[in-house]
DNA sequence: GTGAAAGCGCTAACAG
DNA sequence: CTGTTAGCGCTTTCAC
């Protein structure tokens, strides 16, 4: 590792010329021909600043801490962090990650990271939940992801559920679907309670009539297949939004008790919070995605525009993200990312 | 922040005699009365030391890197994370965390990861692969992790695919299948490769015969399901052994379609690449789970144990991993990581 | 036993 | 324009 010290050494110069330099503080400071053989022989010597050094004086590391739960156990952490990464990385920063699994070894952890210095929080949950941010996070800059705060004056990144619903919902009706179920899920969700309430408003856009025997709750098990069977029988739908794969599931199966292939005699759309149907049954099975990558990538643009004051340079993101909508500001409270969509054939050909 | 300067101020010492108490090289060095009295000080003034600053004279940060791929589209990144997290806490350090897409993106983050100093470096692949370490990584502690050094000289961590073989074959054997099939995967992994390997050392040690016509390998599409479902007409295997999943799925839809029922008439063990099979269908489904948090654990104890040349100490390991059999020595090129059974209700009753 | 001093690599105030 | 100086928090050598 070459130093500006002997940079400074090699040319006969101070230090203080080399940093103001390689610091691109040298307007009319430094003269031109001194400050290029400078830029020359750190080149040269492959010279790479030190961090941690210079964090040392300035009380920036150029780390970002990372703070998740359930990383394990959920298959959306990883687009969450990749996007968080991308991000970071595009910004010259660096990611801490911590996972903890309670509210002492969380607070231990963030300890840790502070000793490092970060210079600012990503506080992710695994799905979207009103949450409190904790009093030993208060302080620094943070950005929630994939989660609502729960006083409101937190920036936020979450995913638009209510449009998945909606979106979901439209895609079954121009399949031609006519009796559509949603088959939700029991636990007192975000998702669910917005996702539903989307399908209920597609529905009476297109003049659909909603019905309470359409929309059922499941939870994870054999119950749950029992119920989604009754509803084939008792109500013999054509379309099946479902909550996520697990849900979509349950309408595989019961489909195929009774002879009836998906994409010819019903149409599944789901949210694809797990992967393996649609990784296997596309393109039979229709699949909105959540913006875990999205909601990564925008947490991390929006810490760090709010550690450096500054606001998100649109063009240096990625071009899915590009077209996204400017924020409101430089402290905005919420920012909902947009879906992607996945194969879209509902109820085509089968083969 | 409370610094050392701090407390040699308030007590009136210096700070190197505030350094040598805090990082207890006092012995025969400080006066036990003032030892304590700083000690006590730094505990009143919740002292915590600046790993930053102390690198900047020791070289040596705490810091760990995690260089991975694909941990966007993999369930298994978690796992790993997870586990490598949780042993890097058990001993005081913590990870930087970078995801590259491409080679030239990877050089990139590595170059990254030196300039803030990291012990050390683990390389993770999301599934068994021999693999070259790339020249810009050589020269550090470097532990591979689900990967094989194709130089056999750096130490990595696998899971034992073979014994997933066996067992998993045992389980089915177990409930009293007598025609098992397994299905496999078309591409030439080195799981793929073991599985059946073990699959056909178990038939052969029960005395079932192996046939040719009871092992097929599928791809992940339709042509996948027709396959499964040419097999089950053909040959009408009573156990299934899947690669992963996504078989596992292709075995259930064509079950559903003829009228069977998992656990009730035929019995199906699979590999739990994924995770949705798994948590809707339990306890009908029984899995064999790659031990993903097991890895991360090892290889980051393995890493920290060469880092700093010391054994590992299987006190500090969570249940799970102290029944592990004990390293070979310092630097064992190869840890094979032992299998995790969940639900092992194969062929039991459906309700 | 203890403190003074130097230095890790860098930035920033200030003097020239 | 440029160099000197000081100092971020810590470790380590070396006098006393």
């Known amino acids: 590792m070459t130093t500006m010290k002997q940079i400074a050494k090699e040319l006969g110069v101070s230090v203080s010329s080399v940093s103001l330099v390689l610091n691109n503080r040298d307007h009319g400071r430094i003269k031109p021909a001194k400050a290029k053989q400078i830029r020359q022989t750190a080149e040269r010597l492959g010279y790479q600043p030190n961090p941690l050094a210079r964090s040392l004086r300035t009380s920036k590391t150029g780390l970002l801490g990372f703070i998740s739960e359930d990383v394990a156990t959920t298959p959306f952490a990883g687009g969450i962090i990749q996007g968080a990464q ?181 149409s599944v759309v789901g949210v694809d919070n797990h992967l393996v149907l649609a990784q296997t049954m596309t393109p039979r099975l229709s699949t909105v995605a959540l913006p875990h990558y999205e909601m990564g990538y925008w947490a991390v643009s929006q810490l760090v525009s709010n550690i450096r004051h500054e606001h998100i340079n649109m063009n240096d993101m990625p071009e899915t993200l590009a077209s996204l909508p400017p924020l409101g500001g430089p402290y905005p409270a919420k920012i909902h990312c947009p879906l992607i969509y996945k194969e879209s054939l509902v109820g085509g050909e089968t083969d």
Chains 1, 2 share one sequence.
């Not at 990271?113 to 949450?131: C, E, H, I």
Request: charged share 30%; with cysteine; hydrophobic share 40%.
């Open 86 to 266: 991308d991000a970071a990385r595009a910004s010259g920063y660096i990611m801490l990650t911590v996972n903890a699994k309670g509210a002492a070894e969380e607070e231990e952890d963030v300890a840790a990271l502070r000793r490092y210095g970060v210079d600012g929080f990503l506080y992710a949950k695994m799905y979207n939940r009103v949450t409190t941010i904790p009093d030993y996070l208060r302080g620094s800059p943070i950005v929630l992801v994939d989660a609502t705060d729960a006083d409101g004056v937190s920036p936020s990144v979450e995913p638009d559920e209510y449009l998945i619903g909606v979106d979901a919902t439209n895609a079954l009706i121009r399949a031609g679907a006519k009796r559509i179920a949603y088959i939700g899920c029991q636990d007192p969700l975000i998702a669910q309670r917005e996702r539903s309430r989307g399908y209920r408003q597609a529905l009476k856009d297109a003049g659909i009539p909603i019905l309470d025997s359409m929309m059922i709750k499941v939870g994870d098990n054999e119950r749950a297949l029992r119920d989604v069977e009754r509803l084939f029988d008792d109500e013999h739908p054509d379309g099946f939004f479902c909550f996520n794969d697990a849900r979509a599931w349950y309408v595989y199966e019961s489909a195929a008790r009774r002879g009836l292939t998906v994409g010819r005699d019903i």
